[in-house]
């Protein structure tokens, strides 16, 4: 089967969206995206290895900024508005006079340039971009791009999700969310930089209603690549995040068979309300097993 095919019916997301959006519309903006993200990304790797990597300023919300981000901002800001001058972009560096009105956009990008700036300071390595389409409260088209690994996730939800290597061009293969095995350990994703009592009794009450759990500890939105790819189950969230933070990832995952799931039970939606703060969420692999729907119900401590 071709990779993200022009030509696509049947149910999900894709199929419930206006007609202005279709499949064919949203794949022709995968290879510009994949420059446009190569290019910040050689911009911020280039940050990442030269000295003053760890210099910084904290914005109001006590978070880091760092050149790189901001770097990162101007060549995405720029590559967007050339693509579509009609789109507003919903970016986490972006000015309070650019998001005036922001409520009332339906068809947006969100877009963190550079998440994980802890961990880029921290010389971990664990740093994406983040690139979503938003349309009618859902992301309908996602990009997560690892720029040390010149790798990129992307999604579309109801068709197929791939990932994308930089070689000698950009060289693609499917990914898929793994489903449960019984008797396999339970792989937990979660944030060395978050940690508190109710990720704890998360984690025990997957050990006793499923068994043997490994927790495996990853930042930025590194942790949806991972399950979109075959390499978990499941990463919960306790701790603050914003919307950039979770569209771009929850397209990859969707496209490749998973969820992410407010406690509510329902996919998380954007724009809202006034906060761009997320939700508490759980984003899974195997959807469909009934295992969720069991921790759902559960009331957290």
Known sequence: MPLFPV?????GIVAQMQTYVTTRDLATLIDPLLGLCLEAGEAICRHYHAPGTTDYEMKGD?????QADLESHDILEEGLRALDPSLPILSEESTEEALAG????????LVDPLDGTKE?????GEFTINIA????HAPVLGVLYIPLQRRAYVGIPGVQACCYSRER???AQPLAARPLEQGRPLVVHASRRHVGPRLQG????????????TRRNSGSALKFCQLAEGGGDFYPR???????????????LEAAGGAILGMDGRPLRYNCRDSLLSPHFYAIADRGHPLWQQLLRRRPG
């Open 7 to 11: 030509c696509f019916s049947g149910g």
């Open 62 to 66: 006590d978070s880091p900024l760092t």
């Open 102 to 109: 922001r409520r009332d956009w339906r068809r947006y990008w």
């Open 120 to 124: 880029f300071i921290g010389g971990t």
């Open 133 to 136: 389409l938003v349309d009618d």
């Open 169 to 171: 061009g950009w060289q």
């Open 202 to 213: 998360c984690l025990e009450w997957l050990g006793e209603h499923w068994g043997p759990v």
């Open 238 to 252: 306790f701790s603050p995040c914003c919307e950039w933070d979770t569209a771009a990832g929850q397209a990859v």
